[in-house]
């Protein structure tokens, strides 16, 4: 299973590789690889996959990473698992770090932000798919900005 570390605000970190949002894709496939071939009408995304299961999206706006999906293996902050989890436990370990998960999200249609990680995480139920409370994917991107008020 891959591993990685969020950045809150700046990307993940795959190993000693920063994937940070500004690279330029270029830079990213040299970290990660050829992506799979692609199978959408979007060619602004890339995608990866582990044991062929879906890994990480990609997406770019001018050839810079922009959007990051995790949308399998481990991803975690601070020693709290943030993907391969369910949202319960998931809720319990940030709010052992002070961090809350809401019940909604205001960045995307649907999922449920974490704003002080600028993190989008939903289950499958709240996408409509099968796992129930099991983390789907979780989304960050260098538009989930939080305002510093000091």
């Known amino acids: 299973m891959k591993h990685c570390e969020l950045v809150p605000g700046k990307g993940i970190r795959h190993g000693e590789h920063d994937i940070f949002f ?3 894709r270029s830079a990213v496939r040299k970290v990660l690889g050829k ?3 692609q199978e959408g009408m979007w060619d602004d995304e ?3 996959e582990v044991e062929r299961e879906d890994w990480l999206r990609l997406r770019y706006l001018d050839n810079k990473l922009c959007d990051i999906e995790v949308l399998g293996g481990a991803l975690a902050y601070d020693g709290v698992e943030l993907k391969h989890t369910d949202i319960r436990t ?3 370990g940030l709010n052992n770090c002070g961090i809350a998960v809401d019940d909604l999200t205001e960045w995307l249609s649907e999922g449920r932000d974490c704003v002080d990680l600028q993190i989008v995480v939903a289950t499958g ?5 099968p796992g129930g409370d099991k983390i789907a994917w979780v989304i960050t991107s260098r538009d989930f900005k939080v305002e510093d008020n000091k």
Do not use: R, T
């Not at 139920?125 to 798919?129: A, K, L, T």
């Open 90 to 92: 998931l809720k319990a």
């Open 46 to 48: 890339d995608e990866y």
């Open 22 to 24: 500004g690279l330029e």
């Open 125 to 129: 139920d709240d996408i409509g798919e």
């Open 35 to 37: 992506p799979k071939p």
